[in-house]
């Protein structure tokens, strides 16, 4: 096992496969020398050059388009837009055409595509900068959508994606100096199958992406307390390892769901209703089902109005609390 | 690149008039479901595209797509089986009117969100010439979707990275009603080359001939020059946009004089003239084409066969690697 | 009262506005002569002229872009998209900008915008013309979403969403020939209101759109078993009126929700998480929710399939007859 | 329109200069948050066209948005508040500095979204006109947003309804880090202007006086012809990206050629040439502007206000009005 950053995790999962095979190629706004907006690529042009990296025009809706009609002739895009707020310019192409190609052609076409945006807040970019717009893609049955939130996760499963002949939404959260033990080995994480991150007996906590770090915190705080928390990271939001959550709620009885975005409309709801809609689960509750998200606004510049848009430690840890007593 | 006897170009765009009124009938009389977008009075570009490229080329239509279909190479009874929803369709019933693809004859299909296909014909484009190909990719719009973003991203595009793809603007006067007198900016889109330093020039795309050898001369040019090119052809669609269009946003004299420059109307004169056909023979090849049309037909309305729900699940995500 | 269809209530809505307020202007690709892809806006240009009735190219991101910078400036545009699927291309100035001017400009500006396009399928239009997208707006703080079933309530809340001083998402659902009775006196429906379609006491059904009509048969169907079902038809996604959900769901102790999206990822998941986090309506369920939706796969062209991947009055009959025994 | 005096003008780019430096420090420095983008090197441009068009004359900016800002005649106060998330600021600090939004001084704002903007100022054109008034918008927008499919659209459509924009395209040779010359498929984007039928004109977008004086040509063209303008400014960035920009991506000698033309030093030197001014008076308004800005960040760090999370939440949605 060696330490590295969720930045080099990607990084790495993406040069290997680059290596693996030319026809995996990166594509993007300065993907190149200057290594994408948050870096993740640095170095990659020079190692692969101009023919597996593609630096592209501002033209998100265009650009993945074109990754989707290159996809259709055998080329392995990974496609990066630099923020996830812009992925209202890139859903056309990854709605009405990504998902939808290979079941119009009724199996004649493919598109093994990897679409790679960092989604949340924290950084100060305010309301066009910032959002969790997971939403945007999981109603889409022909997507798939990844949510990891460790480098080790974020290594696997971007291996995976980019090996999977199915479009592939790819969302990263913004800590990416976030350390962690990834595998010496080749390894890979099977895109579809939630993580259980802390065992516990008392109270599941679901959650992905950048808020299972404050999950993880606010479980120290309960275990303080005495309570006993597991924690289920999805990793995979579609398909969403429900086998795993059912588990997991039919052994605590007690379901907490975290996550960034708007708490309305948010996924948590559809996590909500995969519970409520189990007879073994749902007869297991002891309590009704919680469900912590975002404030319904979008996001404000100043530093302490944003961070307190979200979750924090001692919401979850009240919110876990309730549902005992 | 098919045969191009002037007598195979012709039968080519009757074929295409000839199928294109079957399916308005079966429509009228509600044999067919859904929607459908005819381009009677448009053969001569699909024809003379289709003909002046080679048959490895690809290319990428459009919501009108019928003609392209055709042109490029499809077999009658795989079109009208898509239509009737049956099993033996292009895309097994799946895809429908709006979404022919047929890759055996190198067709990718089109995209029923107007314009948005002009990306993805780009997209082919860049993969072809990083394998290394020598083909091309045509990339059909119209005079609508010309205004569409996604066409001056894809075209920027094009041009920068210099790929073989020919963008190729089918103006035919009018989006669903819209006047493009009103809504392009521009008198021909053919204009709009030099934004993105693409050669580009405007013909009359009622020529099939004409058409013929400018899309002959603009694949030799992507092909040598290795730039992109975009080809306006002028042209003009007889019939309502789809099934339910009443045309009251143009003038019957308009249409009129529209109708005398009817491509196949023309290119019959022409041939007749030069001695190459007589117009015996040419209803002799209209009523083959139509025969072979009502026989596909009728075979379809008598033995319907289609996907069930579960099957068409089948095809909703291509099979994963295995770990 | 007056019988009137779902398009002519619409309309009429739209012309009532027009003629109170001549900054109520209708912006949309062939919404002039033609009358809109579905003939709603029929003959408006007449009566109001290209001052009022605006047509656009075809250019979805731009039209909905400059209806938002109308808006800032005093118009109140009523912006129609001919289908509810190109609702992607319109995304970025809905999500991006109309949600969040207010907010950025700290109440300085605002965007009184309505975002008209129909939803869903049952027109043999294949994939991309026949999708229900509600997913798309309804985790976005800023907007409102509203969703009528019937005549009465498309005039009512189309009246009030042009008066409205925020962005309101107003989708449609395609039998817009379905007649209905429509008061004679002006009225508004204000939005974030549920309706109870039918009142029952044994099964809550919760439903919006088009799905009105199939669990209306259904309810007549479980009738005849003497099942007797409430209907709450929400008219409004957001804001959700969870009031009237809770309070149907603890009377009748057993909930079904039904819409046309696929179920995985749908709205049905946020009305699920409504009733299974309440204490009080958690408690009083018998069973555990029911969701129907629209199989996870694209709308096929083929007019069987494309019928059977919706919820069909079976199914309803089906799954509420589950909630029993 | 303000005073146009030759020193007014100066000392507005001077402004301009001394409030990015300082924003530069405090983000060096970590007193400020978030992310900024700085247009050292550009302030020709933003004084140019604040003075070429009236007061009453609107602007839509873009992310780099502090110079527009100003030069429309905006507080460095309010600002400066904006920039430390003070309730003082512009927008409350709810908003940030890409988002810098003043009415009062018919600034709209801006997107973040780059390119996205040009919609809204066509919008907000197409009211200004329905209305009958003689006001116009500016859209700015860059080199890398001229590539945004929606600025195409909104072209187009300010041609063919002859709205009153005056279309800024600030080219600035870079995007975020990618070169104008790889990414624009076209030496000049006012060549583009012909694709809608829009006039057009390339300048030096470092020299303050023509930039001034062309802008007044086009404005009374706007006016007068009732028609868009597209201008397109030659200028550079002197400074990165944003904060993060390690500047990679170009030569320290393509930066040297550039700062030869620095509008402000090229612009003292014509002034003293003329006797207009003297280095020295030059000096003390250098001076002033810095104390002036010192005195406001001082008095910031000193007391800070916020809204809290229930008044923020004040601001998602307007008051509908009352049934
Ligand atoms: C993005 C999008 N907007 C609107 C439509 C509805 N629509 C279908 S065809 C059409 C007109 C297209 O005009 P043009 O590109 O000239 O092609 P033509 O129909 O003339 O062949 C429109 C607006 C659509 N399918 N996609
Ligand atoms: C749609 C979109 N894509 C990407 C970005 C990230 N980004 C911010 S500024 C910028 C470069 C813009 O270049 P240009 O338009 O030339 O403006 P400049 O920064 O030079 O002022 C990019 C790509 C963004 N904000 N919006
Ligand atoms: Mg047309
Ligand atoms: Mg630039």
């Known amino acids: ?325 | 690149m098919e045969s191009t006897s002037p007598v195979a170009i012709l039968t080519l765009m009757i074929r295409s008039r000839t199928f294109e009124r079957k399916i308005e009938q079966l429509f009228r009389t509600h044999k067919m479901h859904g929607t459908t977008h005819l381009a009677i009075g448009q053969e001569a570009v699909h024809a003379g595209v289709a003909l002046g490229i080679d048959s490895s080329d690809w290319i990428v239509t459009t919501h009108r797509c019928h003609g392209h279909t055709l042109a490029k190479g499809s077999s009658v009874e795989a079109m009208i089986g898509e239509f009737f929803g049956d099993k033996r369709g292009l895309s097994k019933g799946l895809g429908g009117s709006m979404h022919l693809i047929d890759l055996k004859h190198h067709n990718a299909g089109s995209s029923a969100v107007v314009g948005s296909s002009v990306a993805l014909a780009t997209g082919m484009a860049l993969q072809l010439q990083r394998s290394g190909s020598d083909n091309l990719v045509v990339a059909f719009f119209g005079d609508g979707a010309s205004n569409r973003g996604v066409v001056h991203e894809s075209m920027n595009m094009a041009s920068i990275w210099s790929l073989p793809v020919l963008f190729l603007a089918e103006h035919n006067e009018y989006g669903m009603s819209s006047s493009a007198k009103k809504m392009v900016s521009v008198d021909s889109i053919a204009d709009r080359g030099s934004s993105y330093s693409i050669k580009s020039e405007s013909i009359d795309g009622n020529d099939v001939e004409l058409v013929l050898s400018k899309v002959r001369d603009a694949a030799r040019y992507i092909r040598e020059e290795k730039r992109p090119f975009l080809l306006e052809t002028r042209t003009y669609r007889f019939s309502g946009h789809s099934k339910s269009d009443k045309l009251l946003y143009r003038s019957r004299e308009e249409e009129a004089e529209w109708a005398k420059k009817d491509p196949i109307g023309r290119y019959s004169q022409i041939l007749v003239d030069r001695g190459e056909i007589t117009y015996d023979q040419i209803a002799e090849i209209e009523q083959s084409e139509s025969e072979n049309i009502d026989t596909i037909v009728a075979s379809y309305l008598e033995d319907h066969q289609e996907l069930t729900l579960e099957e068409s699940m089948e095809y909703v995500y291509h099979d994963e690697v295995s770990l």
Not at chain 1, 111 to 125: E, K, N, Q
Request: charged share 20%.
């Open chain 1, 1 to 325: 096992m060696k330490m590295m950053s969720y930045r080099e995790a990607i990084r790495e999962a993406m040069m290997e496969e680059m290596a693996r095979d030319e026809n995996v190629v990166l594509i993007g706004e300065d993907v190149g020398c200057y290594g994408g907006c948050f870096t993740v690529s640095s170095g990659l042009i020079d190692r692969f050059g101009t023919r597996q990296v593609i630096e592209t025009p501002v033209s998100e809706e265009g650009l993945v388009g074109v990754a989707v009609g290159a996809a259709i002739m055998g080329m392995r895009p990974v496609v990066e837009v630099m923020y996830g707020d812009f992925s209202t310019l890139a859903s056309d192409p990854l709605l009405n055409h990504a998902a939808k190609t290979h079941f119009m052609s009724a199996g004649a076409q493919s598109v093994p595509l990897v679409y790679r945006t960092p989604m949340g807040s924290g950084t100060g970019a305010a309301a066009q900068h910032t959002q969790s717009l997971e939403t945007l893609f999981t109603n889409t049955p022909g997507l798939h959508v990844v949510f990891p939130s460790t480098p080790c996760d974020a290594k696997g499963l971007m291996k995976c994606a980019i090996r999977s002949n199915n479009p592939v939404v790819f969302l990263e959260h913004k800590n990416y100096g976030q350390m962690g033990l990834v595998p010496d080995d080749e390894y890979l994480i099977e895109i579809g199958k939630a993580d259980i991150k802390r065992i516990g007996e008392d109270v599941t906590i679901i959650t992905y992406g950048r808020m299972l770090d404050t999950v993880t915190q606010a479980a120290r705080v309960l275990e303080d307390d005495e309570v006993s928390v597991e924690i289920v990271d999805l990793r995979s939001l579609r398909p969403l390892d429900t086998r795993t959550i059912l588990d997991s709620v039919i052994k605590t009885k007690r379901a907490l769901i975290v996550h960034e975005a708007p708490l309305f409309g948010g996924f948590s709801g559809e996590i909500a209703a995969t519970i409520a809609s189990d007879s073994k689960a749902f007869s297991s509750l002891m309590k009704p089902v919680v469900r912590l998200g975002g404030r319904e606004m979008p996001i404000p510049f100043n530093k302490h109005l944003e961070a307190a848009m979200i979750p924090q430690v001692e919401d979850i840890v009240k919110a876990a609390t309730s549902l005992f007593g």
